[in-house]
């Protein structure tokens, strides 16, 4: 059976992350890889990546395509999750229409293509409350006070440690983002249906949203992909 190679996209706070955490609890088989949360991981580390990725996300504004694309092939392979075997699950990359085209050149030579993208469909209006009520901890997972509050209040359920704000959950900032985010959508939509790999789900929650999103990975990986 050939693995899952699978992108997950939608506006800032849809519920990439949030939706993801669950498809891995059902699906433990898959891995998954955010964008962002390499970014912040290497901004906590001080690194000169997360340097450069400071300015451009307290922004709202998107890394160059190169970049990105250099940064998740090194950690694809790194991971060693590039052979025939391994399935995973892209948060937030790609995000543009070069994007897709330089992870498809990473691919091919492993004989590999993405063969399934899901476009979440929330409407933005209901997001911008998600957005200031969200903490979050380095390793990437992520709360609500309001939807899925921590245990214990702005602390990491499994390691106890201290959950963050991220700077650029502000509403100006926001705005861009979600400005960038709609920009960039039809490109990449395109470039997927073409393939015949792009399935939507839309709902204004994730719990709505999720027996949907279940339903669509299964069908796929009995489908044999
Ligand atoms: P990121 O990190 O990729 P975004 O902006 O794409 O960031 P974000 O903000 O991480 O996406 P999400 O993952 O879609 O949103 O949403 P989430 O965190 O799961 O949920 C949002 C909040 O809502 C959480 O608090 C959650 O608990 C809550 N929630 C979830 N569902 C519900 C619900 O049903 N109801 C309620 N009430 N709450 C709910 O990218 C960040 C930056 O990094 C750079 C860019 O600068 C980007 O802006 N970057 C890239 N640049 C170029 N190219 C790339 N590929 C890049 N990737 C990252
Ligand atoms: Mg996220």
Redesign the pocket.
């Known amino acids: 059976m050939n693995p899952l190679r699978m992108i997950i996209m939608?506006?800032?706070?849809?519920?990439?992350?949030?939706?993801t955490s669950k498809l891995l609890k059902k699906l433990p088989q898959i891995h998954s890889l955010?964008?962002?949360?390499i970014?912040?991981r290497e901004m906590a580390n001080g690194s000169e990546i997360g340097k450069m990725?400071k300015s451009?996300?307290e922004r709202?504004?998107?890394?160059p395509?190169k970049f990105?694309a250099n940064l998740i092939q090194a950690e694809l392979e790194q991971q060693k999750w590039l052979d025939a075997k391994t399935s995973f699950l892209l948060?937030?990359?790609?995000?543009?229409g070069n994007?897709a085209i330089e992870l498809e050149s990473v691919l091919v030579p492993h004989n590999s293509d993405i063969n399934m993208v899901i476009e979440?469909d929330v409407p933005p209006e209901v997001i911008l409350?998600?957005?200031s009520?969200?903490?979050v901890h380095i390793s990437g997972r992520?709360?609500?006070l309001?939807?899925?509050p921590p245990k214990v209040p702005f602390k990491d359920d499994i390691t106890g440690e201290p959950l963050f704000k991220?700077p650029?959950d502000n509403p100006e900032t926001f705005k861009v983002?979600l400005d960038?985010?709609f920009a960039e959508l039809e490109p990449l939509r395109e470039y997927y249906e073409k393939k015949g790999v792009y399935v939507k789900v839309s709902g204004e929650?994730?719990?709505i949203i999720f027996p949907k999103l279940l339903s669509a990975v299964e069908a796929k990986v009995k489908s044999g992909l």
């Open positions: 939608g506006a800032p706070g849809s519920g990439k992350g949030t939706l955010s964008s962002g949360d970014l912040r990725a451009y996300i709202g504004d998107l890394l395509d990105m948060d937030g990359f790609p995000r543009t994007q979440l409350n998600r957005i009520n969200r903490w992520v709360y609500n309001e939807y899925n991220r650029d983002r960038k985010y929650t994730s719990d």
